[in-house]
């Protein structure tokens, strides 16, 4: 119990985490870069896992297997022995109880198939039979898929938030390789289903605790962008992969390599990464925050002496609270946790499973059966669409593009779901199509962020899962509505997409206008340097016999005088529980 305790935080840990600019801790410069490079390399990753599946599983013809002692064409056979269904094709899943009796029309389910040769070696359909009553084996194989991802993601946040995001990182990158390397040769569906578990888990946690570093090692200036731009560049990444993939006639096994062959990057990525110094302040851990902050600063050619000077005043600041009671800074941290963050947390997961949910169902509708021209315009567009967002993320507040964006992917499936039931051009359909994924997807890198900055850094990595979870949650939801899909009330699915992201738009704006756990204009301001007078009388003041009361006195002058001192930079929040009011009361006291 006692050690479960000395990992309890106080509130003054939680928020003095967030409040400083790496900027002046360690500069920015390639340890940015490098962590934003694994991070962009990680989101690929998981993307590209993704959609090996349904690059390998993709539908072909097929036909009950003609027995070997028939000596026949295969034209023939399927001309005697297969019955017609009622659209005139040929049956895929029945053949005539006896072929040579024209008289007998009694068909029986088949129990071996051929399939179309010129493309049989393209997908694991044929070589596992997953055909007609097996056809349920491709949506388990999605279901198990999605369950590795949700049960992942739970543990992975608390680990990260518990032994930090470098070992949250190496263990999932070590999961990952050994879970893809089984799937890339399973030889029996079982296997193969087995590996796609790990897979799912390991790459989504991997993806989304690299997003977690990226967020707290970037200076206030370049964190929205690179969270955005992680998350971006990484998917449209796996998308172009993917489309130059599908043009492509290999066997499946060679598909599935190629498409998971980034997965090879990870290893050398893994020499950026270090551990976070912000969860390491937030668990009092400042012997290794001072070793990352020197080291880091050393690979951004920032001054040694600035580094050491950050480090001293965050040392100031721990000496101001080591005496305070751990029921107290118990109760801080649970009374902020359930207050604030808890409120801001369900907005964002509320969100998350709406958007992930509307752009399942943009990707899954009926104009979505692609064609190669499809693929490539809405690689465009959504090269478009992001490049606007990345203009105006710091531009403008994160509830106002969050809000907009859903609001634009609200009417753009509002005006889908009208154009598949009217009688318009197809063109009009795809081009709708195309807008709708592009601006769902904006809207789905704007939550990320949201999700990044609002939890602080000692809650991040559990926070940040969560969000993730919910929006996994979304999407299987979202896959579940293609039994109103075949049922013919497809608009009604984008009917209800419109709807759920039109709420979300109104739910989202009870957050704040920056919605973050960083205080953007926060610094650990350094000591204050005293005119020639005062320190004169600052000595004199040390000849002089003190009592408690005028030491008191004393103290609550220097920190009167500090708080009107120039050189001090507060942050814009609001909260009373403000970490820097903590480094004025603590500031210590320079001769010029």
């Known amino acids: 119990m006692e050690r479960f305790k000395s990992h309890l935080l106080t509130t003054h840990a939680l928020e003095i985490s967030d409040s400083f600019d790496c900027g002046e801790a360690f500069g920015y410069g390639n340890f940015q870069r490098g962590v934003l490079l694994f991070a962009i390399v990680s989101v690929w990753v998981m993307h590209a896992h993704t959609l090996s599946f349904p690059l390998i599983s993709g539908e072909l013809d097929h036909w009950c297997k003609k027995p070997r002692d028939v000596n026949v064409s295969d034209d023939a056979w399927k001309s005697s022995a297969i019955p017609l269904e009622d659209d005139g094709r040929r049956s895929q899943c029945t053949v005539y109880a006896s072929p040579d009796d024209h008289n007998d029309s009694a068909v029986v389910h088949c129990e071996q198939w051929d399939y179309d040769a010129e493309v049989a070696h393209t997908t694991i359909v044929s070589s596992w039979n997953l055909v007609c009553h097996r056809r349920w084996l491709l949506p388990l194989a999605i279901a198990v898929f999605m369950a590795g991802s949700l049960g992942f993601l739970v543990v992975g946040g608390a680990v990260a938030d518990i032994i930090g995001r470098k070992l949250t990182i190496l263990g999932a990158t070590c999961v990952l390789m050994l879970a893809a390397f089984g799937g890339c040769f399973a030889d029996t569906y079982l296997i193969y289903v087995s590996t796609r578990f790990f897979i799912s888990g390991a790459s989504c946690t991997l993806c989304i605790i690299s997003g977690v570093l990226v967020a ?69 851990k400042l012997k290794g925050a001072e070793a990352v902050v020197h080291e880091v600063a050393r690979a951004n050619g920032f001054p040694e002496d600035g580094a050491s000077a950050f480090i001293e005043r965050l040392r100031s600041q721990e000496l101001e609270h080591a005496k305070a009671s751990m029921a107290t800074a118990t109760g801080e941290f649970k009374s902020l946790i ?57 531009r403008m507040s994160r509830v106002t593009i969050a809000a907009t964006a859903f609001t634009l992917a609200g009417v753009s499936c509002s005006l889908l779901a009208f154009v598949l039931t009217s009688s318009v051009p197809e063109e009009l359909g795809i081009v709708l199509l195309i807008l709708a994924k592009g601006v769902t997807g904006v809207a789905v890198v704007i939550t990320t962020l949201c999700a990044a900055e609002t939890f602080p850094s000692a809650v991040r990595g559990s926070g940040c899962c969560l969000y993730y979870t919910c929006a996994r949650l979304g999407g299987m939801f979202a896959s579940g509505a293609s039994i109103l ?107 010029s």
Request: net charge positive.
């Open 216 to 284: 707290e090692v970037s200076t206030n200036r370049h964190r929205a962008v690179h969270v955005s731009f992680s998350g971006i560049a990484g998917l449209w990444l796996g998308d172009a992969w993917f489309a130059v993939l599908r043009e492509v006639r290999l066997n499946w096994i060679a598909l599935q390599f190629l498409m998971v062959a980034p997965t090879l990057l990870l290893p050398l990525g893994c020499a950026f990464i270090r551990e976070s110094p912000r969860w390491l302040i937030a668990r009092h």
């Open 338 to 394: 359930t207050g604030t963050v808890l409120r801001r947390g369900m907005v964002v997961f509320f969100a998350s499973f709406n958007v992930m949910g509307a752009y399942y169902v943009v990707l899954l509708t009926s104009a979505a059966r692609k064609k190669p021209w499809m693929r490539w315009t809405s690689l465009a567009i959504d090269g478009a669409f992001n490049a606007v967002y990345l203009a105006v993320v710091d």
């Open 485 to 591: 899909r075949a049922a013919g009330l497809e608009d009604l699915v984008l009917g209800i997409a419109a709807a759920v992201l039109f709420l979300s738009a109104h739910v989202i704006e009870r957050l704040p206008s920056q919605s973050t756990a960083f205080h953007h204009d926060a610094t650990l301001s350094p000591p204050r340097t005293l005119s020639p007078a005062e320190v004169v009388k600052e000595m004199q003041g040390t000849l002089e016999p003190r009592t408690k009361a005028k030491a008191l006195k004393k103290r609550r002058s220097i920190n009167a005088s500090a708080l009107s001192s120039p050189n001090l930079r507060f942050p814009s929040s609001g909260n009373p529980m403000n970490p820097q009011l903590g480094l004025v009361r603590s500031a210590s006291v320079h001769l």
